[in-house]
T-cell receptor
């Protein structure tokens, strides 16, 4: 079946603007994760959703960042009032369930804030 | 605080050389451990994982890793690398109970010379 998809693949925005990044997980996967990948920084956990449980938002770096997952499927990561330090690749992953199951990663969205 | 450390940031090897990439974790309680790989231009994908049982786990493409609880380590090994193993390798951990957020290391860039 289809893998995890993300859109847009690239986004250039001006400092101070809001952006929305979209993730379509693999059908049937109940867990969905967002990460930020900056050069030399590895993958930084942002948030994860597991079924209908309250999401774990402990990795969101500031209140400018928020995410939602509608109907247990598609997820949107929103960054308000973007800053230059928000420039990074934002990765989404899904898995059958949170825990020991393999995560399947999407191609990422490269965000550049000018 | 939970953390995953990868001490080798860049590794250069010749084909047929043996590989060992270090990974140390700091995690309260039981932990699940993973190695992911990102080949140039491709998505992150799972190499192998450990969550219980035999501490020596085998993954795809001839890779293996050994969980040594007393050393809080999960080093990745391959007896003979190939040019096609050129990639970035990430060690990751999540808790076996409670939150399943993943903590990733900063990654190791491996370059194999033909």
């Amino acid at each position: 079946g289809a893998g995890v998809s993300q859109s847009p693949s690239n986004k250039v925005t001006e400092k101070g603007k809001d952006v929305e990044l979209r993730c379509d997980p693999i059908s049937g996967h109940t867990a969905l994760y967002w990460y930020r990948q900056s050069l030399g920084q590895g993958l930084e956990f942002l948030i994860y959703f597991q079924g209908n449980s309250a999401p774990d938002k402990s990795g969101l770096p500031s209140d400018r960042f928020s995410a939602e997952r509608t109907g247990g499927s598609v997820s949107t990561l929103t960054i308000q009032r973007t800053q230059q330090e928000d420039s990074a690749v934002y990765l989404c992953a899904s898995s059958r369930e949170a825990g020991t199951y393999e995560q399947y990663f999407g191609p990422g969205t490269r965000l550049t804030v000018t | 605080a939970q953390s995953v450390s990868q001490h080798n940031h860049h590794v250069i090897l010749s084909e047929a050389a043996s590989l060992e990439l270090g990974c140390n974790y700091s995690y309260g309680g039981t932990v699940n451990l993973f190695w992911y790989v990102q080949y140039p231009g491709q998505h992150l994908q799972l190499l192998l994982k450990y969550f219980s049982g035999d501490p020596l786990v085998k993954g795809i493409k001839g890779f293996e890793a050994e969980f040594i609880k007393s050393k809080f380590s999960f080093n990745l090994r391959k007896p003979s690398v190939q040019w096609s193993d050129t990639a970035e390798y990430f060690c990751a951990a999540n808790g076996a109970s409670g939150t399943y957020k993943y903590i990733f290391g900063t990654g190791t860039r491996l370059k194999v010379l033909a």
